[in-house]
Antibody, heavy 118, light 107 residues
Framework: EVQLVESGGGLVQPGGSLRLSCADS????????MSWVRQAPGKGLEWVAN????????YYVDSVKGRFTISRDNAKNSLYLQMNSLRAEDTALYYC???????????WGQGTLVTVSS | DIQLTQSPSFLSASVGDRVTITCRAS??????LAWYQQKPGKAPNLLIS???TLQSGVPSRFSGSGSGTEFTLTISSLQPEDFATYYC?????????FGPGTKVDIK
């Protein structure tokens, strides 16, 4: 069973950086594509990025390309999101999610809140 | 990018009602569509994958249909625990995109 726990969120100034982490306490982390999905306060869901099982393929939404980097460490059952040049519009609850139902996202963490404000 | 629209954006219904939510894609996505339910303060929950495959543990009152550009989520008899926001998501092409959501509220 996939159990995802995010950490690393917090308050950061515009232009700053933050690194989010997601730990999977299950035993199948390396079997799945993994995604980050965010939700701004009171708003809908936005897919941010995903990464293939072996890290060889990574995809991003246009608004974060060149600023965010997704990575994973299968030995540590962990997913990461390095966020640089943060903007106010990046303020959101960031979910770690696993494509554990075929290609579909079937498991989610509880989210970690990122607030970009001066 | 593939845009998804949902209608209605808000729906007021009573327990026992039949509810239908529509998701339209700006271009064909075959059947690479998922439906999620999200309750306040909680992560989304996958209800349906592949446009019509009900996930394990999801009540049979939920069903999905469609292909190409038009999809529907139907709740055959609305229950109190179904009041939530519903999102569609396309996984046919990058960037993966979500619809704007449909909030189902109590009438």
């Amino acid at each position: 069973e996939v159990q995802l726990v995010e950490s690393g969120g917090g308050l950061v100034q515009p232009g700053g950086s933050l690194r989010l982490s997601c730990a999977d306490s299950g035993f199948t982390f390396s079997s799945y594509w993994m995604s980050w999905v965010r939700q701004a306060p009171g708003k809908g869901l936005e897919w941010v990025a995903n990464i293939k099982q072996d890290g060889s393929e990574k995809y991003y939404v246009d608004s974060v390309k060149g600023r965010f980097t997704i990575s994973r460490d299968n030995a540590k059952n962990s997913l990461y999101l390095q966020m640089n040049s943060l903007r106010a519009e990046d303020t959101a609850l960031y979910y770690c999610a696993s494509h554990s139902s075929g290609w579909y996202i079937d498991s989610w963490g509880q989210g970690t809140l990122v607030t970009v404000s001066s | 990018d593939i845009q998804l629209t949902q209608s209605p954006s808000f729906l007021s219904a009573s327990v026992g009602d039949r509810v239908t939510i529509t998701c339209r894609a700006s271009q064909g996505i075959s059947r690479y569509l998922a439906w999620y339910q999200q309750k306040p303060g909680k992560a989304p929950n996958l209800l349906i994958s592949g446009a019509s495959t009900l996930q394990s543990g999801v009540p049979s009152r939920f069903s999905g249909s469609g292909s190409g550009t038009e999809f529907t989520l139907t709740i055959s008899s609305l229950q109190p625990e179904d009041f939530a926001t519903y999102y569609c998501q396309q996984l046919n092409d990058y960037p993966l995109t979500f619809g704007p959501g449909t909030k189902v509220d109590i009438k």
